[in-house]
């Protein structure tokens, strides 16, 4: 039923994200060996289904060789010609520019209103940062944050620590694509084991019942691709158009529930 919807809805879709791009999250919690490979397959699924995409890339720095979201926040207006409506999808990088923005919600000034005027040619924004950075811009703002998870134990606690500070501190409900390595019975059994062991914690730890889906390690075939267009599909519908940012609910800290740190 999702795909009838996508075929017959995809053109309408995007024309109204034109008029009102919408922000997507990518939480990133140091496992880019799986992250990078699905933001660029859901940037290009998502521009085969007609959109074009602005990947705010909060992991790498703006430079004088290497422009960025804080130069754009300047009005370096001679750079937005980079964002080429006919470039399916482009990745910015985004580290100073979104701390910039981070530091302006601390004091309660308006965050985001200017990216409504940068991202004109864009009908998707993915901002792929850390938990901590996707807590301070996004607050209670319904979108839902994506998890990369590989197979290894390592993935599996830092995606929970990440889970867990999204959930109690910004509000937000993540949900998670599990990156099946390898399509060995064997292998691919141990990481949808590691998959489960991850949703059974936030269910006994945390109350949330993890969304998941799972993804082959090619995610050119037609299963994984299937897949992948469902998801971008339900990021895009989770999505907070650019325009509402700046009435967003503010963050405001409550130490009964906010997360910390520590076990579990």
């Not at 795909?3 to 009102?20: D, V, Y």
């Not at 004091?107 to 301070?136: E, F, H, K, M, W």
């Not at 075939?221 to 907070?240: F, I, M, N, P, Y």
């Amino acid at each position: 039923m999702l795909e009838a919807c996508a075929n017959q809805a995809i053109g309408l879709q995007a024309m109204a994200l034109q008029a009102s791009p919408r922000m997507l999250a990518l939480a990133s919690h140091g496992d880019q060996a799986s992250e990078l490979p699905l933001l660029w397959s859901l940037c290009a699924t998502l521009a085969d289904l007609g959109y074009s995409v602005l990947v705010l890339d909060a992991t790498h720095s703006e430079s004088a060789q290497s422009p960025g979201l804080e130069q754009l926040i300047d009005g370096a207006s001679a750079d937005r010609g980079a964002l080429d409506p006919l470039v399916p999808w482009t990745i910015l990088p985004a580290a100073n520019g979104l701390k910039r923005l981070c530091q302006a919600s601390a004091t309660g000034q308006p965050t985001l209103r200017d990216l409504t005027g940068l991202s004109q040619s864009c009908s998707v924004v993915i901002l792929y940062a850390s938990a901590s950075t996707l807590v301070s811009l996004l607050p209670h703002s319904g979108v839902t944050p994506l998890l990369a998870v590989a197979g290894g134990k390592k993935a599996l606690v830092s995606a929970y620590q990440a889970l867990k500070l999204l959930l109690l501190n910004g509000g937000l409900r993540p949900s998670i694509a599990c990156m099946l390595e390898s399509i060995e019975s064997e292998r691919m059994e141990s990481d949808l084991a590691l998959n489960r062991n991850l949703q059974d914690c936030a269910m006994t730890f945390l109350g949330y019942q993890l969304e998941s889906v799972s993804l082959g390690d090619d995610l050119t075939d037609e299963s994984s691709a299937t897949t992948l267009r469902a998801l971008a599909l339900r990021l895009v519908e989770s999505g907070l158009p650019l325009e509402q940012f700046d009435r967003a609910t503010p963050w405001v800290k409550q130490p009964s529930t906010a997360y910390q740190g520590g076990s579990h």
